[in-house]
């Protein structure tokens, strides 16, 4: 054994020996035929710093590829899902409701969230639309991308949750994906928003004692001014209204007391005293509308207003000039109304008939004439009635015609007349008669020839 052990110590020391002497040997210097075959080797090897062995060095760094360097984006990104990519933008508006809805274009422009506009779109808003959608057609884009919505006109404000803009605001809207009820993946690739339509304000009149909520036309606002149909309003408050085609005006009067609107032109006579209302005289609907305070003030009413927001009461006092006119006689004091255009009344203290034009509490005086009345025992009746048939009555020798029956056997008729013409009694002034009121044959035959069926007889002690 220790000569085995002997051996193999010698062995390996004359081996390093050898090493030692190979690395320490003097190069020799190449002959023609080595030149050739270097150069052949130089032509067909690599250089040394593309030698795969001294790549392979492990002590070595090698400098980083191209191929090295994209190995990063040489994976692809996981792709999009379809389902969560959308080339629409939809925008539904609920329009909410008002009495009063003016037809318009409601506008709309959508922007993206860095503000590029994608697109702009309109819809019609009626009376009777409940919504409007709007598809916008937009570059494709993943569920969760923020969008803008401006309101341009045509609505007075849009809302979307809390947030509320006028024409000329902005809304920031969001998309996103979710799973339906059922489990499915949907996308809310858009949003709903509330629209508050162009209206007009509702205006209530109180006038004359009463609300009128039935115009028609209906009072509104135009430019800022209440206006309203000067003759519905006007005869509310007891004026009298009347046209005069030759000046296309109206004339609201009390008494002799005038106030004038001339359409289209803001230039009002007051009291023979000419000035300008808030706003020109305008047709709507072919009633003529003035300003409300205008004609309200000129006849000394007061004026209360109201702004409720959606709607506006508006309180117009008495007139005292209408009052103290109507206290100038019971007609118009009592409120006395007839079917027709025409009111007569008899006064049976100062053995006058009067016939009146106008309307109630509006009465003018026509035409006034002396009577005869019933006599003590056979009184003519008091009260209101209505002439209900025009006949003649023939007596042995004498008549009496036309005869105006307003009830029972009671009429407005001539005094007693021949048969040639002649009055056989034609006494006035007097109590006389059988009940009837008895008139000279041209004031009877006046009152016939202008009152209709129907007008209303009025008679007091």
């Known amino acids: 054994m220790k000569k085995i052990l002997a051996f193999l110590i010698t062995v390996s020391t004359l081996c390093a020996a050898l090493s030692i002497a190979a690395s320490a040997a003097p190069t020799p210097e190449p ?10 080797e130089e032509t067909t090897q690599p250089e040394e710093t ?31 899902p379809e389902r969560e990519l959308s080339t629409e933008f939809n925008l539904t508006i609920d329009v909410t409701s008002h009495k009063y809805i003016i037809a318009n274009n409601a506008f709309v422009e959508l922007y993206s969230e860095d503000g590029e506009l994608l697109g702009s779109q309109h819809r019609y808003v009626g009376y009777d639309t409940p919504s409007v959608t709007m598809t916008f057609e937009v570059p494709e884009y ?35 994906g979710y799973l339906d009820e059922n489990g499915v993946y949907a996308q ?25 909520t039935d115009l028609s036309p209906r009072a509104r606002l135009i ?9 519905a309003i006007g005869e509310a408050m007891g004026l009298k209204v009347t046209y005069d085609p030759n000046y296309d005006s109206v004339v609201c009067s009390v008494g002799s007391d005038q106030v004038i609107f001339n359409a289209n032109s803001a230039y009002t006579t007051v009291f023979e005293t000419d000035t300008y209302s808030p706003h020109a005289a305008v047709y709507i609907d072919g009633s003529l509308f003035v300003p409300i305070r205008t004609l309200a003030e000129a006849f000394g009413s007061t ?36 079917s027709t255009s025409y009111l007569v009344w008899v006064s049976k203290s100062e053995y ?19 009577c005869a009345l019933g006599a003590w025992n056979t009184p003519t009746i008091t009260g209101q009635f209505e ?33 040639n013409g002649t009055e056989y009694d034609g006494r006035v002034g007097v109590n006389i008669s059988h009940g009837c009121v008895r008139l000279h044959p041209q004031d009877i035959n006046w009152i016939a020839n202008t009152i209709p069926l129907r007008t209303k007889i009025y008679i007091t002690e």
């Open 223 to 231: 430019d800022g001014v209440s206006m309203m149909p000067v003759r």
């Open 352 to 370: 006058k008939v009067r016939v009146y034009m106008g309307s109630q509490y509006q009465w003018e005086l026509l035409k006034e004439f002396p």
């Open 303 to 338: 004026l209360e207003v109201a702004d409720y927001g959606e709607y506006m009461d508006i309180l117009i006092g008495d007139s005292p000039m209408v009052t103290a006119f109507r206290n100038q006689t019971p007609v118009n004091r009592n409120g006395i109304s007839s």
């Open 188 to 212: 809310a690739n858009g949003c709903i928003m509330t629209g508050n339509p162009q209206y007009d304000k509702e205006l209530r009149i109180y006038a004359g004692g009463e609300w009128h």
């Open 142 to 176: 993943r569920m969760g991308t923020s969008f803008k919505v401006k309101l341009v006109s045509g609505l007075r404000s849009l809302k979307y949750y809390d947030s509320y803009v006028e024409p000329g605001g902005t809304l920031d809207v969001q998309t996103y």
């Open 31 to 40: 002959t023609a035929q080595s030149d050739v075959t270097a150069q052949a």
């Open 387 to 419: 002439y209900i048939e025009r006949t003649q009555w023939n007596y042995s020798g004498y008549y009496v015609g036309p005869v105006l029956r307003f009830y029972n056997g009671y009429a407005l008729h001539s005094t007693l007349l021949y048969y």
């Open 50 to 80: 593309e030698s795969p062995e001294e790549t392979a060095q492990p002590s070595e760094s090698p400098e980083p590829t191209l191929a090295a360097t994209a190995q990063p984006t040489e994976s692809p990104a996981p792709a999009v």
